[in-house]
């Protein structure tokens, strides 16, 4: 399968890297030497491709995605801070009828995090003597901050039934790939969630395998359903 890589950074390099093992192969590199100006988005270019992988930023990401999916291009979203957007997304996907993964975290330990911490803060709900917080540090390079996957964090939290205040706080420091941490204190104990990431190579392998899945689907997913299947599937 041919893929695109849309913001060929670290994220990109390392997942051409390991496209092979995954049966892809990355047959167009954009980057901002060669679509500053979105003039590398051209039917042309992507005749041959049947996904992109899209690790840009967040000032060009919803223009990245609308434009693949008006060349009929289903697209792996791993760019943060843009979901203030996300009807205008929906409505380019529905137009096209083309398909589109997203997520703050393509790591597949992330996503298991996930699911423990809203599990944590569903037990913790009714219990009013814990109060609860969310940290992560990355590298100092990363633009956003706190993280989407902390925000997540908070969000899967409060959906779970927790719905007292949750202290958050980022750090932002030297080459670190990511850390994020969620927990519960009160007088008699505290309970700690972490999850530490080694390198960047899971958030790659994991884009990968949404990219094989995305093929040939139609409308919005999250990466957890990749994993796990929609809800309302049996998954």
Not at 45 to 61: K, L, M, Q, Y
Request: with cysteine; hydrophobic share 40%; glycine share 10%.
């Amino acid at each position: 399968m041919n893929l695109a890589i849309v913001g060929f950074g670290r994220m990109g390099k390392l997942i051409e890297r390991h496209a092979p093992e995954y049966g892809c192969r990355v047959a167009l590199k954009l980057d901002i030497d060669n679509n500053s100006r979105y003039e590398g988005m051209t039917p042309e270019n992507f005749r041959d491709v049947r996904v992109a992988v899209e690790f840009s930023t967040p000032e060009t990401v919803v223009e990245n995605i609308e434009r693949l999916a008006a060349l009929g291009i289903n697209t792996v979203v791993g760019t943060t801070g843009w979901l203030e957007r996300l009807d205008s997304v929906q409505t380019a996907l529905a137009r096209h009828g083309t398909g589109l993964v997203w997520s703050p975290n393509f790591s597949i330990g992330v996503n298991i995090f996930f699911r423990l911490a809203a599990e944590a803060a569903r037990l913790l709900s009714s219990e009013n003597d814990y109060g609860a917080w969310a940290w992560e540090i990355h590298h100092r390079a990363k633009a956003d901050a706190p993280s989407g996957t902390l925000l997540k964090l908070v969000d899967q939290m409060a959906r779970a039934g927790y719905q007292r205040p949750i202290d958050q706080s980022s750090n932002r420091a030297g080459a670190h790939p990511g850390t994020h941490e969620i927990g519960f204190d009160s007088a008699a104990d505290t309970i700690t969630l972490r999850h530490v990431a080694r390198s960047r190579e899971g958030f790659a392998r994991g884009a990968l395998r949404a990219a094989r899945w995305v093929e040939g689907k139609k409308g919005m997913y999250e990466f957890a359903e990749v994993l796990f299947g929609a809800p309302n599937d049996g998954g």
